[in-house]
């Protein structure tokens, strides 16, 4: 078997798909960072590699999100790419012709506008964590309910409270103070659902041309009452894709397959990486006022890549170093 390796690599969560060469997705796994994305990264190529035959053949991996250029460096990625490029590559390939991506994940939040299949606009909300998954379990940790049932719990709502939610702390204030006025549960989650989507569509989407067919993705798709509250607010249907949780992914496979599409050969380091020993370090650099941060990271105890250096003073140092060994 030959195929494609895409790394997500988010604050909350981190997920790890196969695609074979026809891009059917044969295995995903969705794990927990934990503030650990190089750990998690070899957790989840351990597993992955459990569920693929012996002799299977990689060839070429994509990562993304906040941690695809440490994930990069650690597996030996043939591309690197931004969650807006991945997430626009996996819906369209998923739903095609889709026009308007709403992806909401575990801290942050997008949307991606696509006409004929290019992106046009986007936009992403990185600031308040309303509406985004963190602030949704943490809601339903307080009421002491499982996050799978908060969407189906929603949608009993009948007569959805109407709830502040410009803000995660005015939100949770709000929801307590309707409890306290004696407000049943299922009406409140169905108010929060409407005010979270109406705070995404007042700051995300704001001055966005939502068209359908319109695509909903991320963790926060599978709250059924979300996506309730996107249809009235939208007027349109709203379709959840099979793999709505590891579309970054799913988007990343895709990326890595097309890089390699030209006979380049992968750069990927094997599953062997999920047993290396990998050591991340910093240092001030006084070379200049800058007083430049340089972060490194060492692999079996050999340094293998430094960043954060403004002029390239270090990073190049070690690329030309390499370059230099190679030659």
């Not at 995404?200 to 695509?215: S, T």
């Not at 750069?267 to 340089?294: H, I, R, T, W």
Request: net charge neutral; proline share 2%; aromatic share 6%.
């Amino acid at each position: 078997m030959k195929g494609y390796l895409g790394i997500d690599v988010g604050s909350v969560s981190t997920n790890i798909v196969f695609m074979d060469e026809q891009t059917n997705v044969l295995e995903s796994l969705y794990l927990r960072t934990n503030g650990q994305p190089v750990a998690t990264v070899q957790k989840g190529l351990g597993q992955i590699k459990e569920k693929l035959p012996a002799k299977v053949v990689v060839r070429g991996v994509g990562t993304t999100g906040s941690g695809r250029q440490l994930t990069g460096i650690v597996v030996g990625a043939d591309a690197i790419k931004n969650e807006i490029t991945a997430h626009a590559v996996a819906a369209s390939h998923l739903v095609p012709g889709v026009q308007s991506v709403l992806e909401i994940g575990g801290q942050d939040s997008k949307i991606i506008i696509l006409r004929n299949g290019v992106v046009t606009d986007f936009a992403m909300n990185t600031v308040c964590a309303a509406g985004t998954g963190s602030f949704l379990d943490q809601q339903a940790s307080r009421l002491n309910i499982a996050i799978e049932e908060f969407g189906d719990i929603a949608l009993r709502g009948s007569t959805p409270v109407r709830i502040a939610g410009r803000c995660a702390v005015f939100a949770e204030s709000d929801m307590i103070h309707k409890q306290q006025m004696g407000y049943n549960l299922d009406n409140i989650l169905a108010g929060l659902c409407e005010a979270l989507v109406r705070n995404y569509l007042n700051n995300v989407g704001k001055g966005k041309e939502i068209l359908g067919p319109v695509v909903f993705q991320g963790g926060v798709a599978a709250n059924a009452g979300m996506r309730k509250a996107f249809e009235r607010a939208l007027g349109l249907e709203v379709q959840i894709p099979k793999y709505f949780n590891v579309m970054g992914a799913v988007g990343a496979a895709m990326l890595a397959k097309d890089a390699v599409s030209k006979g380049v050969p992968t750069q990927f380091k094997g599953f062997g990486v999920a047993d290396m020993e990998y050591k991340a370090g910093s240092f001030e650099c006084d070379g200049c006022p800058n007083l430049c941060e340089v972060i490194e990271m060492a692999e079996q105890g050999k340094i293998i890549a430094r960043w954060g250096d403004r002029c390239g003073k270090w990073s190049n140092a070690l690329a030309t170093r390499e370059a230099s060994r190679s030659c």
